[in-house]
Structure formats: C-alpha cells, structure tokens
C-alpha cells in the first residue's frame, strides 16, 4: 500500500478519469454539505423572523 502511495505521488503523467471522478465526488460532496449548512442557517433564521412577527402582532 505504501509502495502505491509512492507511485502516485511520483507520477507527473496527466491526470486519469479515475483521479477526475475523485475531484468530482470531492467538490460535489463539499458543495452538498455548504448547501446544507446554508439551508439549515436560513430555516433557523426564518424561524426565528417568523416568532418575532408573531410576538409582534396582537
């Protein structure tokens, strides 16, 4: 396994669909996780707006 590693830190050849299928699932997944975090941020602050209407209107 350590021998692979070294390899593939060596290697300057362009790079392979498999290392672009890696990038992608990488930045999908980051991008997934900041669409999540952004969601749940604007919900509690929706929430949160909505409870100050309602303790605001008689």
Known sequence: MLDLLKR???DDSGISSV???LLLAFVG???AA???AL???VAGEMD???TEIGTAVP
């Open 8 to 10: 593939f830190v060596k």
């Open 19 to 21: 290392e672009y299928a």
């Open 29 to 31: 997944s980051a991008v």
């Open 34 to 36: 900041s669409a999540l």
């Open 39 to 41: 969601g749940n941020a």
């Open 48 to 50: 949160e707006a909505a």
